[in-house]
């Protein structure tokens, strides 16, 4: 019987050029994976980003629900009293007792946000450390305290106001910590004006809250929004229609990193005249970023998004001026209270940003929006032309979504 051939049973190993080859092939796999797991996860994230604006407007449709209005933009206790004592500057920034209408309509969502326990926090006393605020003597904070602009007071800070609330950030969005306090993604929407009439009283130390005439003919021709500072506005008073109309927006907070939409620059006065006039300050070579240093003084409280509790416009208000993810900019040598800015919204997404719609849809607004003349004057009290009371949005679609009663027709898709 003839024997077996034992060699050919043998086992043969790789080559090097087979193993070369399989490495490559390995290689080429895992470059083509990354982007698509990366994207994936942005795409989660893009989502939850949604889910969490889903909730916003169902928390409003609620509190409307409940209060025959939305939540003011712009409350809180208010003391005349304390103007004696220590003069404008110490009753704004060293009075614990008293917010002087700085609270925003994030606060009284709250409890329509699965956020019962913080709202606990903010409308009962609270009590932080042994001895705060000498000016005004040693206080505990009563309900609805801690100035939402000033981050700490003699090294203590109000707790409910530093504090992450997860539906109000989006995750896309890295920005952690100081020197904002609890940040947000979301702010609410006044409209297509950059007139914002702040200093005629709504962060004034000597004027908390004016009602002349003037002043209030300047809110009724400017804040043309589903919110306005210190309105209280009912679903009935937005007669273009809740599908039609934006009542929040989404927006970057700040890195530190000199990005357009997060870092304000000022354009000099009279922004409202021509919203575009920061553009020169951009890096040519780095669309996204500023080529000029920062033009004030009080940059963190500038930054975007820099506490959900506060009513400051670059905290949580955007306006429909400028198309989505353009510049922030406001009034030369302007902080959080300036008069006059663009705020548009703006986003870590690709290619747009979130909006919420008065009737609790969410749509994503991409960049290209048609987004009318860039370079036109608002509309506001004392303008002329297209810039006068009642004249329909020089902003093009994207101005006409931000007005809740200018009667503009909506006849293209967004």
Known sequence: MPRSNRSSCKSRGFTLVELLVVIAIIGVLVGLLLPAVQAAREAARRMSCSNN????????????????????????????????????????????????????????????????????????????????FTAFGT???TEMQGTTTQFTSNGISYDPWFTEINTYRCPSDPGVGLPAGGRTNYGVCIGDSISLNLSSGIFNDSNLITTDSASVADFRASDRGVFDVYGKNMFRDILDGLSNTIAMGEMNTD???????????????NVQNKPDRCQPQIDANRPQFWSTAVS???????????????????????????????????????????????????????????????DGAVRFITDSIEAGNSSAADVRNGGTGGSAPGSQSPYGLWGALGTRAAKEVIDKEF
């Open 53 to 132: 604006f889903k909730q916003m407007g169902l928390g409003l449709h609620n509190y409307h629900s409940a209060f025959n209005q939305l939540p003011i933009h712009g409350t809180g206790p208010i003391n005349e009293a304390h103007r004696a004592l220590g003069g404008a500057n110490a009753r704004w920034n060293k009075d614990p007792a008293h917010q002087y209408s700085r609270v925003g309509a994030l606060v009284g969502l709250l409890p329509f946000m699965e956020q019962q326990a913080i709202w606990d926090r903010v409308s009962n006393p609270l009590v932080i450390g042994a001895a705060q």
């Open 139 to 141: 206080v505990p904070y």
């Open 255 to 269: 890195l530190g990193d000199s990005h357009i939409t997060s870092e304000t620059r000022g354009g000099g006065t």
């Open 296 to 358: 004030h003084t009080f940059t963190p409280l500038a930054s975007r998004g820099a506490c959900w509790a506060a009513t400051a416009p670059g905290f949580t208000i955007v306006n429909t001026v400028l198309p989505p993810n353009r510049e922030y900019c406001n009034d030369a040598n302007q902080d959080f209270v300036s008069a006059n800015g663009t705020l548009t919204v703006s986003s870590r997404h690709q290619g747009g940003a979130h909006v919420l719609m008065a």
